[in-house]
């Protein structure tokens, strides 16, 4: 089975804060994905890698960014922290494009 | 008008009952399509894929309608177990791998 591990399950952080986010895959997974799930929202995605090195903005790309140095691991980054980050943030990996992403278990974050 | 959508429910139905969702999608270059299933305050996880012919996973079948730009699951003999929210998946264009997220349908199967 694909495990997509990220670092942390509830983080708390205050406006302002720089704040990483990690995720990895055990898979060699070429394909990373990250999202924010919000209540009335559903699942949306922040930003998306296919390669090391190479990223996309994904839908809501707008407060973060990204990094992918190796293979396996995905991190999202927020780089000055606001309240309206607060939410559930999950990574997602797969093999093919077209083909179904296994989730991480999600990081809770809020922001205070 | 949202690119994925689907009746958020609850659908509350005995155990043993046969249940069913759709869900229409807006965008007619999407090419792959999914069910996910999520357990309260968990990831969603993959349920299964769904093939343009239908496709069928023990209790569990999909359905896809390219003309009418709608994709159903069936559930035959709910179980308790089945308890969850349905997301509705599809891809924005084919081989991106942007998926679209539907915001679920609630299922609560009682005893």
């Known amino acids: 089975d694909v495990k997509v591990t990220q670092s942390s399950r509830y983080l708390v952080k205050r406006t302002g804060e720089k704040v990483f986010l990690e995720c990895v895959q055990d898979?060699?997974?070429?394909?990373m994905f990250w999202y924010r799930q919000d209540p009335g929202l559903g699942l949306r995605l922040i930003y998306f890698s296919y390669d090391v090195k190479m990223k996309e903005k994904g839908d809501i790309p707008e407060g973060y960014s990204v990094s992918r140095e190796k293979k396996e691991r995905f991190s999202l980054i927020l780089e000055s922290a606001s309240t309206n980050q607060t939410s559930m943030y999950l990574c997602?990996?797969?093999?093919?494009?077209?083909?179904?992403?296994?989730f991480g278990a999600g990081t809770r974050l809020s922001v205070l | 008008r949202k690119e994925v959508e689907q009746d958020p429910g609850p659908f509350n139905v005995p155990e043993g009952a046969t249940v069913a969702f759709n869900c229409t999608y807006s965008n007619s270059a999407s090419q792959s399509f999914f069910w996910y299933r999520q357990d309260c305050r968990k990831e969603p996880k993959l349920l299964m894929s769904?093939?343009?012919s239908g496709n069928e996973d023990g209790r569990f079948t999909a359905q896809l309608n390219r003309a009418s730009q709608y994709i159903s699951l069936l559930i035959r003999d709910s179980k308790l177990s089945d308890s969850a929210t349905y997301l509705c998946v599809v891809n924005r264009r084919s081989n991106t791998g942007k998926l679209i997220f539907g915001q679920g349908t609630t299922l609560q199967v009682k005893p």
């Open positions: 769904v093939y343009s």
């Open positions: 997602a990996s797969s093999f093919y494009r077209d083909r179904g992403q296994n």
């Open positions: 898979m060699d997974h070429e394909n």
